[in-house]
C-alpha cells in the first residue's frame, strides 16, 4: 500500500536507528502521546533499535482507555433499553464496566451494533424511525469532526432518533497535567500526527514554549516515528525547545480549517474526567446549545453515576507514563484481552495490549 | 482509534452542498465510500487520508518523498565509495 509500505522499510530504518545512535551523548525520556505509535513501536520492535540512552514512555493518547467508567456503565445501561440501537466503534465494546461491558449487555440481548463511521448511525436512525440509535461519540481531536458531521447532519435532515453518548477528550490539556505533575520526566514528546492534522500545531508551540520542551508531531509508521525520535533527540542533544513537523505529508500548522469549523459549530469545551488519571480542566467536549437535544445522557435522563474501579489494575500509572505494562503484577496473569481489569488491555492502541499481543513481558533496560 | 489509512480517489460523486461531496477510495483493492467534507481541494487520482468514513488531508506527496532523499543522502554521506546505495 502506498504511503504505508515504504515507511516500513528495514534497512531504511537502521538508517535512521543509527543516525540517533550518532546524535545521542546523554540518557533522555521521550514520551509518545498515540497509543497507534505504541502499537507500532511494540509490533516493529523499534526499541531495540535504540541507542540504551534513550527511554520512551507510552501517553494517555487512547480515547477507549480514558474513557471514564462511569460513562461506559452509561452506555451499558442505555444500550439495554428496550427500543435502542446502540453503534459504537468496535473497541469500545470489550471495555470494562463497573458491572459489565457492551460486549457482555449485547451477550443479555441488548441491540449493540459495531460501526465504522458515525454516519452510519445516521443511517440506521433514518432507516429504522421507530428506533432510537444512540452513538457513543468516543475519540480525541481526529475523530471529533467525523462525529461532529453525525449530530449537524442528523439535525438538518430533522433526525430526532438519533442521539449521540458524548466521550470526547483533548491532547493538549493531558500534556499539559503530565508536564506539570511534580514526579514528571518527560523530556520531549512525540505528538499526535493525525490529532495534528485537524487542530494543527500553534497550540504545541505554546505548550512547548511554556514548558520548554522539544514536541514533534510525528506519523505512525516505523520510519516516521525513527525520524520523529532523532528531531526530539537533535533537540534535546541543542537544548532548543519548540514544535518540529515530521508528518508534513499530512500536517499543516494551522491543520484542517473545515474540520475545526463543523467541530466548533457542535461542541464547546468541558471539563472531563480521564479514567485512571481524574479531572482534568477543560479537556473535554460537550455538544453546544443548540445541538443539546442529540445528547443522549439527557434524553434517556442516564447516569453518570459513582462507579467502582478494578483496586488491582494500574491503567492510570500505565497512561501518565508513570509505570509499564508489565510492572503491573496482575498483567498476563490476572488481567489478559480474554478477562481484562482494565481498558488499556482491550484497546487497539492500549499500552498493556501492545505488550502482551506483541509478547514484551519485561520491562526493557 | 485515531487510525487513518492512505487511499487513492478513483472518482467523485458531486453533490451541490460541498458538505455532502463523496468519493470512491481505493484502498490496495478495497474500495469504499468517504467523505470529502474536509477536503474540497481532493481531486481524482490523490491520495487522502482517510478515518472513519472522511478524508482528513489530501496526501503532500513532495513532502513524502523528502524522508527517503534525507535517507539517501545520508548514505552517501556514510559510503561515498559505494557509488549510490542498492
Known amino acids: 500500500m502506498r504511503y504505508v509500505d515504504e515507511y516500513r522499510d528495514a534497512q531504511a530504518a537502521a538508517r535512521l536507528a543509527e543516525a540517533i545512535r550518532s546524535r545521542v551523548n546523554r540518557p533522555w525520556t521521550v514520551m509518545e502521546i498515540c497509543g497507534g505509535q505504541t502499537h507500532t513501536i511494540l509490533k516493529s520492535g523499534l526499541e531495540e533499535l535504540l541507542p540504551p540512552e534513550i527511554t520512551l514512555v507510552h501517553g494517555p493518547g487512547c480515547p477507549v482507555c480514558v474513557t471514564p467508567v462511569e460513562l461506559i456503565d452509561a452506555a451499558v445501561e442505555v444500550a439495554s433499553r428496550p427500543g435502542v440501537i446502540f453503534c459504537s466503534f468496535g473497541d469500545m465494546l470489550r471495555v470494562p464496566g463497573s458491572v459489565r461491558s457492551l460486549l457482555e449487555a449485547k451477550a443479555r440481548g441488548a441491540d ?12 440506521l436512525a433514518r432507516a429504522n424511525p421507530a428506533r432510537e440509535v444512540v452513538f457513543f461519540a468516543v475519540g480525541f481531536e481526529t475523530t471529533a469532526p467525523a462525529n461532529a458531521m453525525a449530530v449537524w447532519q442528523a ?27 511534580p514526579d514528571c520526566r518527560v523530556q520531549g514528546f512525540l505528538a499526535p500526527g493525525h490529532v495534528c492534522t485537524v487542530v494543527g500545531y500553534r497550540e504545541y508551540e505554546t ?66 474526567r480521564w479514567r485512571g488519571i481524574g479531572l482534568i480542566p477543560m479537556s473535554g467536549l460537550k455538544l453546544r446549545e443548540p445541538y443539546r437535544s442529540f445528547d443522549a445522557l439527557a ?7 459513582p462507579a467502582e474501579e478494578s483496586r488491582e489494575c494500574i491503567a492510570g500509572l ?28 482491550v484497546s487497539s492502541e492500549g499500552a498493556c495490549a501492545a505488550y502482551y499481543l506483541y509478547g514484551r513481558r519485561e520491562v526493557r533496560g | 482509534m485515531c487510525l487513518a489509512v492512505p487511499g487513492r480517489i478513483v472518482s467523485i460523486l458531486d453533490e451541490e452542498d460541498s458538505a455532502l461531496r463523496r468519493a470512491t477510495v481505493d ?7 468517504v467523505s470529502l467534507a474536509f477536503t474540497p481541494e481532493a481531486k481524482p487520482g490523490d491520495y487522502v487520508l482517510v478515518h472513519v468514513g472522511f478524508a482528513l488531508s489530501v496526501v503532500d506527496e513532495d513532502e513524502a518523498e523528502k524522508i527517503f532523499e534525507e535517507l539517501r543522502a545520508m548514505s552517501e554521506i556514510e559510503e561515498p565509495e559505494a557509488g549510490g546505495s542498492p
Open chain 1, 155 to 181: 439535525a438538518r435532515q430533522g433526525i430526532g432518533n438519533f442521539s449521540v453518548l458524548v466521550a470526547h477528550v483533548l491532547v493538549p490539556p493531558a500534556i499539559e497535567a503530565i508536564l506539570s505533575a
Open chain 1, 112 to 123: 449493540v451494533r459495531v460501526v465504522y463511521s458515525p454516519l452510519d448511525a445516521v443511517k
Open chain 1, 299 to 305: 434524553r434517556f435522563a442516564a447516569g453518570p453515576a
Open chain 2, 27 to 33: 484502498f490496495a483493492g478495497v474500495r469504499r465510500e
Open chain 1, 207 to 272: 505548550l512547548a514554549a511554556r514548558y520548554r520542551v522539544p514536541i514533534v508531531v510525528t506519523g505512525f509508521e516505523p520510519l516516521d516515528i525513527l525520524e520523529g525520535l532523532l528531531m526530539v533527540v537533535s533537540r534535546l542533544e541543542e537544548g532548543r525547545a519548540g514544535v518540529g513537523n515530521q508528518y508534513r505529508r499530512s500536517v499543516q500548522r494551522e491543520g484542517n480549517r473545515a474540520a475545526q469549523q463543523i467541530v466548533a459549530e457542535v461542541f464547546e469545551l468541558s471539563d472531563r
Open chain 1, 318 to 345: 500505565v497512561l501518565q507514563g508513570l509505570k509499564k505494562p508489565p510492572e503491573c503484577p496482575a498483567f498476563a496473569v490476572r488481567c489478559t484481552p480474554e478477562s481484562p481489569l482494565g481498558a488499556p488491555m
